[in-house]
């Protein structure tokens, strides 16, 4: 991503030909206000990125430095072949699926329910998007606490009313409780995006389907859905890149523990815990390639919404 | 009848859903006034006695760390990397909107990209740099992380705003003799104020929630609010209402912030992609 985007802005600042000064300069104060911003980015966000790909190759433990040595590609082999850390691969792989697809789901549902009009719409729009606007630490230990906890936790009181069980919840299903806490947190988000992908539908075109006779549900088939598919694509997409690198429900909720242990955390243990600067990197740049695979999707995305926006103008 | 019958079935079923969402919450509020054997009890007591405690217990009356130093380191990371973002970004959106520079979505797409990278990937070399410079457990390294981590949020949500304002607006000011500062000052910001604001808010959310980074380089000087709360990660006996009430003062900022912007709220968690 950083790799190919790079030489796209040198491009854009190198000069095919020498030209006369004047429009040289003209050039240069065109291009000054952009320059703190790029600089800036360029140095804080490219440059540790670089160096964690070259610490990649080292093997070394912060508690050992002296024997800090280039061990080759070892550090991925190793994280590609630690039953510990191949597992840590699978559950950031079932953690972001699952809560995507799932919140996105449940996102399309509610973005449905409230396109319609109907008495107090704002009101319950304001009460679906709070628990996105809860501090994404608290509402973990709201979970943990208020909502699993097996004695006076909210879920086993409710169900102690019907006679139900008293389940551990997080003990039972450590990995479903870090993803149903996060799909409450996310599906508000999906709802946002895809309310704004109902509400941008040709109002004419619909109107034609209505009277051509088209029911509810040919509607939804033939022009909704076509009409949302770059939306789910991009809530879809949006949501993957920020949910492959939670930390904080899986530090919250679980510490990690109960095989819920995905990359992100794995990357923070195995430095700040385990010292392992060379592993950590690795695992890391593993991180990156898996994003990058999502962020190409999802930059073709933005960019067909974004060319399509630019165009008319 | 029948039509009229579904729409009032589904207008409930709406209000019914935006209800189990919000009862986590209106729960953590409730719990938050009540008294810790109160809290937790089973079945919960839903009219038992309200009281302060939890605040009191939260804010460290009787006791215990206070948690007004992370909240005011919290407020300076925020803050200063929002002022920090918005100086930045304001005068590169201008280059990527009105005076635009050639090449400019490709720009606009080197910022988007950086975003796509895990923060968590750059992580160990900014900890190393940071433990040599001196600057572990300083507030002023994570206004600078923050506000590399929402500029490229900033840089879209401008640029899609910046483009509303009308040239001839600007041509007018340049022709009378204006200088950039001036023009950007004067002449695009109260027009485009609305969109910065959002922007500030946005970025404001996004620094106020931010955890890993905090955790990693901060300390007992450069705590952040988040990391006061990773203290009530294992149990600590009687302490739901103390919780609820923490999680609560906690989220405020960020609950007033997300409500105020509400509107352009989907703007900026989609990078300026939806409208």
Known sequence: ?????????????????????????????????????????????QLPFVATVVISFFDWNALYPKDRHFTGVDNYRQVLTDPDLRHSVWTTVLLTVTVVLVSLVLGLVVALLLNRRFRGRGVVRTLMIAPFLIVPVAAALLWKHVLYNPEYGLLNGLLHYVGGPQPDWISD?????????LVWQWTPFMMLILLAGLQSRDQQQLEAARVDGASDWQIFRYLTFPHLRRYLEL????????IVQNFDAVFTITSGGLGTANLPYTVYQSFYQAHENGLASAAGVVVVIGSIIIATFALRVVSSLFREEVSPA | MTVRFKGVGLGLLAWLTGIVFFLPIAWMALTSFHSESDAATNPPSFTAALTLDGYREFFGVGGGASPWPALINSTMASVASTLLVLLLSFPAAYALSIRRVRKWTDVLFFFLSTKMLPAVAGLLPVYL????????????????????????IAVWMMQSFLAEVPVAVIEAARVDGARL????????????LPGIAATALICFIFSWNELLFARVLTGVVAETAPVFLTGFITSQGLFLAKVCAASLVVSLPVLAAGFAAQDKLVQGLSLGAVK
């Open chain 2, 129 to 152: 740099f940071a433990k040599n410079a001196g600057l572990l457990d300083n507030i002023w390294l994570l206004v600078i992380l923050y506000t590399s981590m929402n500029l490229p």
């Open chain 1, 235 to 242: 809530g879809g997409l949006l949501g993957s890149i920020y």
């Open chain 1, 1 to 45: 991503m950083t790799a190919t985007a790079s030489p796209r802005v040198a491009a854009a600042t190198a000069r095919p030909a020498p030209r006369p000064p004047s429009d040289r300069l003209r050039a240069w104060a065109t291009r000054a206000p952009l320059l703190p911003a790029l600089v800036f980015m360029i140095v804080v966000t």
């Open chain 2, 181 to 192: 500062p001036t023009i950007l000052a004067r002449v695009v910001a109260p027009i485009s």
């Open chain 1, 173 to 181: 299903n450590p990995l479903l409780a870090v993803e149903a806490a």
